[in-house]
């Protein structure tokens, strides 16, 4: 079984892990969040400089942490799409490095294919086909997973990402960044129904509306006319029932489409993946309503949802098992679909 070191910069997260197949040897991540936090998002290009800073010190722990030596190791992989060019070009550039010095194989790794492989870090034995959620910063995806590399997307949002909808409304309740977690932990207090929010639908040219397209614009307005309205009637803003509100309504969203796709796709088995996937209140919909249509749900444990480079390491593994093999040439993108994964490899 493969033994890949796989480094992830692709966005505000520095982290370096050594898997073996599908069990983590090692994991570290190194979170930038406080460098970012007073700017109130990730500000590109001083995310690229503490991953310059921080990528030395992560691969040093990993290797420690995992007691191998570089001859165990048996190919290097780096997220090299999507995400912050800047951020990206320190992990690709680590891994090459490495790769030419230790003369081994590299591997360029699609950041979205990556969130996928958390769910069979944790659950080993799951096999496709199976449908994925994936919910991030900047992506709210549903993908049905045939295979390593053979992706088909069936749904997507037409505007922001859930996490990104989290953060934006996490600002306008002035929790801060970031906002998801934020949010998780304030709603805990507060009172789901508080105010009735819309769905957001896509409309579709036939008549009716796309099964699994979500959009949560609508919604993102609905919350600022909301606290604009509270806040003229001279109201304390009532922070927790606002958060628990509008955190029921996203997971009322995602669960819908989720359980629509997997039925219509007769897929029993649903993995959730990506930074959004840690909600509280998305797990609680989304497990009662498969358990309802006797399908299973696996969540990752929250320090595989959020972005980490053991999954990158584990989608390597597979492709590395299978024959695939990345050019020293290989650049990075800002933009590439989970279904153009074959692109990032030679054969
Ligand atoms: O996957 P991830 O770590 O990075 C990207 O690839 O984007 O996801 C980060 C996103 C952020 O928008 C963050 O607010 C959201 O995931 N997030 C959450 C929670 N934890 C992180 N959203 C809702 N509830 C959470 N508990
Ligand atoms: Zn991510």
Redesign the pocket.
Known sequence: MATILAIES??D?TAVAIVKNRNVLSSIVASQIDCHRVYGGVVPEVASRQHLLAVNTCLAEALQQAQVSWSEIEAIAATVAPGLVGALMVGLTTAKTLAMVHQKPFLGVH?LEG?IYASYLSHPTLEPPFLCLLV????TSLIQVKGCGDYQQLGTTRDDAA??A??KVARLLGLGY????M??RVAQTGNPQAFPLPVGRISLPTGGYHPYDSSFSGLKTAMLRLVNDLKASGQDLPVADLAASFQATVARSLTQKTLACALDYGLTTIAVG???A???ELRHQLQKAAQEHHLTVYFPPLKF???NAAMIACAAAEHFERGDRSSLKLGVQSRLGITEVHHLFEN
């Open positions: 692709s966005c997260e950041h969130h991030s910063g900047g992506h996490g990104e989290f953060d970031p906002g998801g977690p949010i998780d990506g930074g959004v840690a909600n509280r949802c959020t972005d």
